[in-house]
């Protein structure tokens, strides 16, 4: 598996990897009926740094890497990842989450943290702590769950 930058000629590659996770509305925060462009725009948001996961040419995942806020606060990482639905479960979240904590490492950050991890998304939870991150806090019913109703949203922190 090989992870690298992103430019604007892979849009169509992180659509078709972002989009199912978007439509399902299950473990990301965003509209269940966001557009293509819609989608695409909070991707590659400014300050957002854009990689992909592939292997034999096959999109794998996507992530980006961004200052979770500024000034003061501006030592301290997040990130968004996503995985097409054919790769689960292959090590490829591990991989890109490994990836950023380098890359965010080489930018200088002193830390990462994941705002708004769903805390259904048992995987999702699981794989992070086993990467390091701590569950700092939970946001009661802060998620409006398709299937499951309100759940908690967890934020998630190491240092680098």
């Given at each position: 598996m090989q992870i690298s930058q992103a430019t604007r000629n892979d849009d169509d590659a992180?659509?078709?990897?972002i989009e199912p996770a978007i439509r399902?509305?299950?473990t990301y925060p965003l509209p269940r009926d966001l557009t293509?462009?819609?989608?695409?725009?909070?991707w590659w948001t400014p300050g957002h740094e854009v990689f992909?996961?592939?292997?034999g040419g096959d999109i794998l995942g996507t992530y980006y890497l961004r200052a979770n806020t500024g000034g003061g606060g501006a030592h301290v990482a997040n990130c968004g990842y996503m995985t097409s639905p054919e790769a689960r479960g292959r090590g490829v979240?591990?991989?890109?989450?490994?990836?950023s904590l380098d890359r965010a490492r080489a930018r200088g950050f002193r830390a990462m943290q994941f705002n708004f991890v769903i805390s259904t998304n048992e995987a999702?939870?699981?794989?992070w702590q086993s990467c390091g991150?701590?569950?700092?806090?939970?946001?009661?019913g802060a998620f409006s769950h398709p299937s499951k109703g309100y759940?908690?949203?967890?934020?998630?922190?190491?240092?680098?």
């Open positions: 992180i659509w078709r990897t399902a509305g299950e293509r462009e819609g989608g695409l725009a909070y992909m996961a592939e292997e979240a591990r991989a890109m989450c490994l990836h999702a939870v699981h794989l991150f701590e569950i700092v806090g939970r946001l009661p759940v908690d949203a967890l934020v998630m922190y190491r240092m680098i």
